[in-house]
């Protein structure tokens, strides 16, 4: 069956058309007669076709260009964008900016940025911000200089580069403690690490697992550090003192002290512009005289954060220190070592403290006192939580009126700190009402209490809407229960609980389960 076109009625079998009736020819010229009529006809069909194809091809051509200005005109929301505004939503793609974690990955924040599109390469590459931290991965040689794989260096420098005049942050990973074979054999791959470029400009610098000659070998002790307000390393005395020197705008500092015989003498380290200052490490652990020493010897610090031993030294009275605003005491890691932390505070008197953390439990005969001399308001706590009565748990929290969060090892059963935040109370039972300003909780369960001891989620969900409820007491925000990885964890919401935490999530409670270390397993 030919083909017919719609538009200009064109036959499909053109071949057929042309054919000529040859009764209509002499006999002795049919043959030419017919070819004859068969070309005309062809040239009439050329001429028809070609005539009709310029005038479709006109059409298309001008349809391709109307298509192209409206696809032109269509412009996708994100694009729309300010390139300023998106450069600040680039920045908020860092797990934390500037703080030197960004490690270089094609999956992650800013490299996965530049592969996009070409206008969101443009933008991040002229994102100064975007380029100020990063974490390298370091390697220990046979003749112990700290070594890179090879493009790193380059890597460095061009990764930098694109942060212009920003102050830089970095963070140094030591992985190889120790030479081995496979850095024998990569030896060739490899380029010994050299930072002296770049340590005028570092305001972060942290360097996890060096030892004293790779740390001298990256940074010379009367190498000047004009802009590092924040370091983290492990050293001797001698070295910190250096730094504190070199390092005239140092302001936060975590120092773990590579082992000496003697006690450090905090005269050789001292500064007056040191505000927060962390000696969680193991060693060395201070007694509680010592914690006195550093208080005096950095006079400006707002954080402290150091091991406590069992040694305590008892003063005529206690001394006064009015910038101290966050104090976590830690434990000494010593098998058997019965540490009582929270009977340093007997030595302080802390009028603007705000947040307290203590790897046990508060005692309430060293708490009130403090709390009464100090006259502070502490909105942040963390501790343990002892006793398995319900007014044990009133006496150590009851102290805290002004508390907004608090964060708890618990090792009685959950229903006694339920109890002890409630609101109700009966006439059989009465319960004084404390923690009213409490907005964020977090519990970690662990211990025979985890063991034995089930969380009743309809208790939770009920004194959640009683505390909402209730004219003295502030909402609770935020509830997160961390089960102890020890644990055998089986207890979870049940469907009808389920239904009402979920209704509370509806309205803005954040309410989480974690078990160990496999993170968020309720309401995910």
Known sequence: MPLVCQKCGHRGDW????????????????????????????????????????????????QRKEVGMQLESVVYPVLSIPAEITSLIFVECLN????????????????????????????????????????????????????????????LTT?????????????LRNFQTAFGPQIQDAAEQLDILDISVILPRLWRLEMEL??????????????????????SASLHDTDLAAILKNAPLLTELSWSRISEDRKPDFRRVASNLLTKLDLSCERPFFSAAEVIGILRNFPSLSDLTCVVDRHDVDYPAPLT???????????????????????????????????????????PDVVHPFLSRSSCLIREVKCELTGHR?????????????????????????????????????????????????????????????RRSPIIYSDIVDIVNRRRA???????????????????????????????????????LDFTIRVG????????
């Open 15 to 62: 071949y057929a058309s042309t054919s000529l009736d040859n009764s209509r020819i002499p006999a002795g010229d049919a043959p030419a007669a017919l070819q004859r009529a068969a070309l005309a006809k062809i040239e009439i069909e050329i001429a028809r076709f070609s005539t009709y194809s310029g005038r479709y091809i006109s059409a298309l051509k001008k």
């Open 96 to 155: 934390l900016p500037n703080s030197g974690s960004t490690r270089p990955s094609n999956r992650r924040a800013p490299l996965l940025l530049t592969r996009v599109c070409r206008r969101w390469r443009d933008i991040a590459l002229s994102t100064c911000d975007l380029w100020t931290s990063l974490e390298i991965q370091c390697l220990n040689t046979s003749t112990n200089e700290t070594a890179v794989p090879r493009g790193t260096l380059h890597g």
């Open 159 to 171: 990764w930098f580069g694109r942060a212009q005049a920003r102050p830089l942050a970095l963070i």
């Open 210 to 231: 060096f030892d004293r000659e790779q740390f001298q070998q990256l940074i010379p002790l009367d190498n000047p550090l004009p802009r590092l307000q924040s370091f």
């Open 321 to 363: 220190f009015s910038n101290l605003r966050a104090l976590r005491l830690r434990r000494e890691l010593r098998f058997g070592a019965h540490v009582p932390l929270i009977r340093t505070l007997e030595l302080l008197t802390l009028p603007h403290l705000c947040l307290l953390e203590c790897d046990s439990s508060l005692n």
């Open 390 to 450: 319900t007014v044990a748990v009133w006496r150590q929290l009851g102290s805290f009126p002004s508390l907004d969060t608090l964060d708890l090892s618990l090792e009685v059963p959950f229903s006694r700190l339920l109890h002890a935040i409630d609101t109700r109370s009966d006439e059989d039972d009465p319960s004084p009402l404390i923690l009213p300003m409490l907005r964020h909780l977090t519990i970690t369960y662990h211990g025979n209490a985890a």
């Open 470 to 508: 209730h004219q003295e007491t502030v909402e609770l925000k935020s509830v997160h229960l961390v089960i102890d990885e020890g644990v055998d964890w089986e207890w979870y919401p049940g469907d009808s609980v389920a239904a009402d935490l979920r209704r509370l999530l509806a309205r803005g």
């Open 517 to 524: 270390d496999e993170g968020v397993v309720w309401p995910d």
